[in-house]
């Protein structure tokens, strides 16, 4: 009978602990880089130069995306590789499938022009060139200062649009009421060609 119980204890089927299969994450980066300085091409051209303190790179994320938590400093450059504008936020996303950079908190820009942008939020859309914000936007130029809740422009900040703004202005580019731009050429008649900024005419506070 000691025997029968023995040879019953070892043939019985030892329970394995095991921890449950690892599904797919999309918390986890593909590729985590720290002390960022590099080029980045766009058809074979050098379009920009990214630094960062870190830059993480998450494909499997839906969607996928670059994420530049610790801040980001971009360069754009022109098709002869010289210095268009400097873009700088505290914190960065790239939608890779989209095209479209998201910047956030105290995002600065300067252009080679003199043009200068201060927001807590800008939108860059690489597939229709664009660029724009629904937040509090400050920009200044070389001949006025424009303040705003909704900005538009193409990336090269050559035209846009502020609307719900305030700010100061060139004489000559007000009417004789005082508030709508009229004769600059960055004024909203430039940008009513372009589907997205099909908004409601630019009116200003002196």
């Not at 690892?22 to 980045?40: C, F, H, K, P, Q």
């Not at 993480?56 to 360069?75: A, R, S, T």
């Not at 538009?152 to 004789?176: A, I």
Request: net charge positive; proline share 4%.
């Amino acid at each position: 009978m000691m025997m029968v119980l023995c040879l019953f204890a070892a043939c019985e089927k030892r329970t394995e602990h095991m921890a449950p299969a690892i599904n797919e994450r999309d918390s986890a980066s593909v590729m985590t880089s720290y002390g960022v300085n590099t080029l980045i091409s766009d058809s074979g051209v050098m379009k920009y130069r990214i630094v960062a303190e870190k830059w993480e790179v998450n494909e499997v994320k839906n969607p996928p995306k670059w994420l530049f938590e610790k801040g980001l400093f971009l360069i754009q450059f022109d098709p002869t590789f010289h210095v268009e504008a400097y873009i700088q936020s505290d914190t960065a996303f790239y939608y890779t499938q989209k095209r479209l950079w998201e910047l956030r908190s105290r995002v600065r820009v300067r252009t080679k022009d003199g043009v200068r942008f201060s927001s807590d939020e800008l939108f860059w859309d690489q597939t229709s060139h664009e660029l724009y914000s629904n937040k509090f936007s400050q920009l200044i130029t070389p001949q006025r200062e424009m303040q705003g809740t909704v900005f538009r422009s193409d990336e090269s900040m050559r035209r846009y649009t502020v609307s719900n703004s305030k700010g100061s202005f060139v004489k000559s580019d007000v009417q004789s009421k005082g508030d709508t731009i009229v004769g600059a050429p960055d004024s909203v008649k430039a940008m009513k060609r372009s589907p997205v900024h099909s908004r409601p005419k630019t009116s200003t506070t002196p």
